[in-house]
């Protein structure tokens, strides 16, 4: 059996989509893999005693759950754009959770469309302290360089990172995040994870956590980055991360695949599933013919 240990953050804003994410995580794992699940909060959660993500045990069973109290740290932590200071929980991880000397961490707004043990066992992190995606992304490119001072192609989501715990409380890394969370960043807890660690990164393979949903990446047939094999394997293995609009909010690049994982979870409300599919499509019967036939190629053009 594979042990694979893997942490969530978040609070009970994002507890439903947290048992989709971890829905699809259980759902596409080998047969001889186990996830070994941490989830950090604070005081103030309450899905810890709410039995929402234990349901799954009806369901899976190569899985377990531990909910990890960090109290409040970062309670006076800068938050911007709706993040918010669950975010910074990530960077407490090797402390936390001592049981493994490496584990993965990712954000709930993912869905999973592969087994993570082969990556987990095959990535070495000796000399690092952090594995992730770098993402190109042209309208980043001044701010990394300019505010984080490195390279924007080593400059990793961390949405999606495996972390070498061992390492980082042998440097004595969580010192170094918690005081650079104590700057107004704009990118929050991603540029402290950046800033303290950008001489030990190490890049994983796009499939991983390219970050925008995947397609609003990949769709740009004039794209530099990826070569044609890379782009078929980010769509059809790669973790889908909603690091932008949120499906079960809105429209947005794949908002149907995390519906279908919805629909197919036993969380599955159908009341919630009718009545915001029925709000959006009269949303798009109001949008001009044009404006709609745009949507429907641009979605198509995609998936093929």
Same mark, same amino acid.
């Given at each position: 059996?594979n042990?694979?240990?893997?942490t ?5 804003n ?6 989709i ?6 759902q ?8 070994d699940?941490?989830?950090l909060?604070?005081d103030s959660? /309450? ?11 009806? @369901? ?14 970062f309670?006076k ?7 918010? /200071? ?21 954000? @709930?707004? $993912? ?7 082969? $990556?987990?066992q ?10 992730? &995606? ?12 300019e505010?984080i001072?490195?390279n924007?192609?080593?400059?990793i989501?961390?949405g999606?990172?495996?972390m ?14 918690k005081?650079a ?10 540029d &402290? ?24 990446? @990949? ?42 994982y ?18 959006k ?19 198509f053009? @995609?998936?093929?």
């Open positions: 059996m042990i694979i240990p893997i969530f953050c978040f609070d009970d994002l507890i439903m989509p947290a048992g994410c971890i829905s699809s995580l259980l596409h794992a080998n047969e001889d893999t186990f996830y699940i941490f989830i909060h604070d959660s /309450k899905f810890p005693t709410s039995n929402h993500l234990e349901r799954l045990h009806d @369901v899976y069973s190569n899985f377990k759950i531990q909910y990890r109290n960090i109290g409040n740290s309670d932590a800068f938050e911007i754009r709706g993040i918010t /200071k669950a975010a910074y929980y990530r960077l407490l991880i090797p402390e936390v959770i001592k049981e493994y000397e490496k584990i993965f961490y990712f954000d @709930v707004d $993912i869905i999973f469309q592969s087994d993570l043990s082969k $990556i987990y095959n990535t070495n992190l000796e000399n690092f302290y952090v594995a992730g &995606v770098a993402t190109p992304y042209t309208d980043l490119d001044a701010y990394v360089k505010t001072q490195m924007p192609l080593g400059y989501c961390s999606t990172i495996l070498n715990s061992k390492k980082m409380l042998e440097d004595k890394v969580v010192p170094q995040f005081k969370a104590e700057k107004d960043w704009k990118y929050q807890d991603q &402290v994870l950046n800033l303290v660690c950008k001489e030990k990164i190490k890049l994983l393979p796009p499939w991983f956590g390219v970050v925008g949903t995947v397609n609003e990446i @990949v769709s740009d047939k004039n794209q530099e980055y990826y070569d044609t094999e890379t782009v078929y394997d980010i769509l059809n293995h790669g973790t889908i991360h909603y690091n932008g609009a949120k499906p079960w909010k809105t429209w947005c690049y794949n908002f149907d695949i995390w519906w279908e919805y629909r197919k979870s036993i969380y599955f409300d159908p009341t919630f599933y009718f009545e915001f599919y029925h709000n499509l009269v949303e798009y019967d109001h949008l001009p013919l044009m404006k709609r036939i745009k949507i429907l190629l641009r979605y053009l @995609v998936r093929s």
